[in-house]
């Protein structure tokens, strides 16, 4: 089968014919019809992450955003057949540690991130292996498309968590999201679905344009104030009551700290580059005289998804808004080679393998 793997870091991803996977007992094998392309692909193909010993070795097939049709199952399998249409979250989990069983599999103690550890080789290919399938399996509504879910994936659930159960967002809630790609796209769209006022920030136009169109009361271009911290206060009348960190480097992180009101959550969903090395200075006597929250949001647990997808068929989450380009397999290694100049705006998709 075809796929795309990591050859050498930073260079090309390789489009080569690699064995059709088998299934272990407690597995099954996973057709993939379509998958998201994300931020956190491009830092594992950039060799990030070894700060946290969690760097991608060489030979890896990525990709974490997954839909498809379960082609094989294994022999321990209970709950799912052949042809069932499954979405995949990326934090695969055992399914049997405290987490797991409190309904966090986001944080299981074993977690192998899909795509994201050689011993759990990725989508971006015809077909890939799921861990404890039983467990982390979730099977797709006939109403939610393989695309719209690819979409989902990993930054729209993960942007869900942030604001629904990490900030514990409310109706009314100014948020200020720093970094409008593909996770804050989705959490202008979110926010603005559950009756909060967002308010966009970055340095490009047309993705100031495309959060505004999702949603966003307010855009700030960056290059256009001396503060962007200052601008949201100056907007909200003292400070936002949520602020996302979307991308992961040091002045997005700061500002988005320095943006909130007394008593405001900071939610940290992008993950930092080698510049940061996960090392971040923040203002740690405001945070404390004005007792604001530091958060850090993981993926969403699987108990979520019948939520989501409750509000999907209601209409008020719309996840196939968030869709940028529709990708082949072939035409990934430039599409994801691009996000060293933060080109692609909202979520790429690979739908043809």
């Known amino acids: 089968m075809r796929a795309a793997v990591i050859e050498e870091h930073g260079e090309p991803l390789a489009i080569e014919d690699v064995a059709y996977p088998e299934p272990k007992p407690d597995q099954v094998i996973v057709e993939t019809e379509a998958c998201g ?5 491009w830092h594992a193909w950039q060799g990030d992450w070894s700060w946290i010993g969690a760097g991608v070795p060489e030979g890896q097939i990525l990709g974490h955003e997954p839909a498809g049709v379960v082609s094989e199952v294994g022999e321990d399998i209970e709950t799912l057949a052949v042809g069932d249409r499954v979405a995949v979250p990326f934090h695969l989990g055992d399914g049997s540690c405290p987490h797991c069983r409190e309904g966090r599999a986001n944080n299981c103690e074993t977690v192998l991130p899909l ?10 290919a015809e077909a890939f292996p799921v861990r404890e ?6 099977k797709l509504p006939e109403t939610v498309e393989y695309d719209e879910m690819a979409g989902l994936g990993c930054r729209f659930m993960t942007a869900y968590h942030a604001l629904a159960d990490r900030a514990d967002l409310r109706p ?8 409008c790609g593909g996770v804050g796209l989705s959490a202008i769209h979110i926010a603005n679905a559950l009756g909060a006022h967002p308010i966009a920030i970055d340095l490009v136009d047309h993705k100031l344009e495309r959060a505004e169109a999702l949603g966003a009361r307010e855009t700030i271009d960056v290059t256009a104030v001396d503060s962007a911290a200052r601008e949201v206060k100056a907007i909200t009348d003292g400070g936002a009551d949520v602020s996302i960190d979307a991308l992961g480097v040091a002045e ?6 320095n943006s909130l009101g007394t008593r405001g959550s900071h939610v940290q969903v992008g993950l930092t580059t080698g510049e940061e090395a996960g090392q971040i200075e923040l203002p740690v006597d405001v945070m404390t005289m004005q007792e604001i929250d530091f958060h850090g949001s993981f993926g969403m647990p699987l108990v979520r998804y019948e939520e989501l997808f409750k509000l999907i068929a209601q209409g008020t989450l719309e ?22 100049d933060y080109e692609t705006v909202g979520i790429p998709v690979v739908t043809e393998f």
């Open 37 to 41: 392309v994300c931020r956190s692909d």
């Open 172 to 179: 009314g809630d100014w948020v200020a999201v720093h970094g």
């Open 252 to 257: 997005t992180c700061t500002n988005s700290v």
């Open 319 to 340: 996840p196939s808004k968030i869709i940028g380009e529709r990708l082949s397999l072939d035409e990934l290694p430039e599409t994801l080679a691009s996000m060293d």
């Open 133 to 138: 399938a039983d467990f982390n399996c979730v």
């Open 115 to 124: 795509g994201l550890s050689e011993y759990s080789q990725g989508a971006f």
